[in-house]
């Protein structure tokens, strides 16, 4: 993730804020009754087949096996729409 490239300055600073808007998501979402949950999802294994993601050039991720490919950082909003739309 981005705290990677950080200084432990400003990795602090990032995970405040980040901290911060979860606190204030998190509050809207009860506010108005939507559920939620906190999961952790992965950023190697492909979203489609389930094999182990390479990394290519930059941040770029393929599945050798069907194809797949997405910025590492996008990789886990990829398992979240599996998710949500599984049935
Ligand atoms: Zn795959």
Redesign the pocket.
């Known amino acids: 993730m981005l705290e990677e490239s950080l200084s432990n300055g400003f990795a602090k600073l990032y995970l405040t804020g980040l901290r911060r808007f979860v606190k204030l998501l998190t509050n809207q979402l009860t506010w108005y009754g939507i559920p939620y949950e906190f999961k952790r999802l992965p950023s190697t294994a492909?979203?489609?087949?389930?094999?182990e993601?390479e990394r290519s050039l930059g941040r770029v991720m393929i599945?050798?096996?069907?194809?797949?490919r997405a910025d590492r950082d996008l990789v886990p909003i990829q398992w979240a729409m599996k998710i949500i739309h599984a049935p």
Request: charge should be neutral.
């Open positions: 492909c979203p489609q087949c389930g094999h993601l599945c050798p096996i069907c194809g797949f």
